[in-house]
């Protein structure tokens, strides 16, 4: 998951080890019962406008990209983040973008909710593009989505890593 892949700063090079050791230790990195977990995300661009697509975030009280859990089986993040971008989405034709290579890796804290206890996401970040923004419908009512150029992105969103991830979205563009 992370063979070639380089932290650029101190903070994300400690959250890459950690993830290091995660796969290192156990047989299901995926797996939701461990207080951290691998969980695969993306900021879905149109690449035509600029836009980037934000998902608000009930549990997290917060606009962020999409993505998640894998599904029992699952084993690949980006194979995750796309069909987690599909289903928040209902977009169709999600492609990695400009290619498949990982953007960031972070490690961040989840909140408890019901019976399920604070826990943290290694989660691997990707970037992936729609040619039909239009199309982009909610999964659900609580959880609206919306399009923004990608400067006001950067200031909508409350969480530091999330910021440094759309920078690096700049970087592609």
Not at 42 to 48: F, T, W
Not at 54 to 83: F, K, M, N, S, Y
Request: glycine share 6%; hydrophobic share 40%; charged share 30%.
């Amino acid at each position: 998951m992370l063979v070639g892949y380089r932290a650029r700063d101190e903070v994300e090079r400690a959250d890459v080890a950690r993830i290091r050791e995660l796969l290192a230790a156990t047989a299901d990195p995926f797996a939701r019962d461990t207080p951290l977990h691998v969980t695969g995300s993306a900021v879905i661009v149109h690449p035509g406008t600029r836009r980037v697509l934000l998902r608000w975030h009930e549990r997290q009280q917060a606009w962020l990209q999409v993505g998640g859990h894998g599904d029992p089986g699952e084993t690949d993040p980006l194979a995750i983040a796309l069909r987690e971008g599909r289903e928040e989405t209902g977009l169709g034709d999600l492609v990695p973008w400009p290619t498949a290579d990982l953007l960031h890796a972070v490690v961040v804290p989840v909140p408890a909710k019901g019976a399920e206890p604070a826990h943290e996401h290694a989660d691997l970040r990707y970037v992936l593009a729609t040619g039909q923004p239009d199309a982009a419908r909610p999964e659900k009512p609580d959880a609206p989505l919306k399009w923004l150029p990608l400067d006001e992105a950067i200031d909508t969103v409350s969480e530091d890593n999330v910021r440094e991830t759309l920078r690096r979205v700049r970087e592609r563009f």
